[in-house]
């Protein structure tokens, strides 16, 4: 479920952008910024890209589920108590565009931060709502974020993302 989550939210973006910018060409990339090997990964060439960079499990006295089934299905409910971090990051050549690129992008998320099938016609069953939130961070968690991701700094931010399943996907 989070690679669907993930896929809306960059199908999302990567549509307004497009009709921001008046292109038809693909703007956001959902993708790691190097490759396994330490190469650039070349799909994330002069796009917005939208990286994991870390799944966190909220304290559980917030929301108590019960006990866990012996063997949980694919989609459980540990998505109800989960924050996914995300790095939003500007990766083109041209610094000034990558910058105004970005900013559309900031202000998008800014004024749509909840994701659901009323204003998001393409979010996929199963998921409720999606929920994108601006992390604030130091410069030392800021430089350890981009030296754990083996590449060189480009403009970024962090956002907390919470997908809340539908009941029946439960």
């Not at 909220?58 to 996914?84: F, M």
Request: aromatic share 6%; net charge negative.
């Amino acid at each position: 479920m989070i690679d669907q989550a993930l896929d809306c939210l960059a199908d999302e973006l990567d549509s307004h952008l497009s009709s921001v910018l008046m292109t038809t060409e693909k703007t956001v990339a959902l993708s790691g910024l190097v490759n396994p090997d330490g190469s650039l990964s070349p799909a994330t060439e002069n796009k917005t890209v939208i990286t994991l960079i870390n799944l966190q499990k909220e304290p559980s006295s917030q929301i108590n589920l019960g006990p866990r089934p012996a063997s949980p299905p694919a989609t459980t409910n540990w998505l109800q108590n989960a924050k996914i971090h995300l790095l939003l990051s500007s990766n083109f050549t041209n610094y000034t565009e990558g910058l105004k690129i970005l900013s559309i992008a900031l202000s998008y998320l800014q004024d749509k931060s909840v994701f659901t099938a009323t204003n998001t016609p393409g979010l996929p069953s199963g998921i409720e709502r999606i929920t994108i939130e601006q992390e604030n961070l130091s410069f030392q968690e800021l430089s350890n974020i981009w030296t754990m991701l083996g590449a060189k700094y480009v403009p970024s931010v962090v956002y907390k993302v919470t997908v809340l399943p539908t009941s029946g996907a439960l």
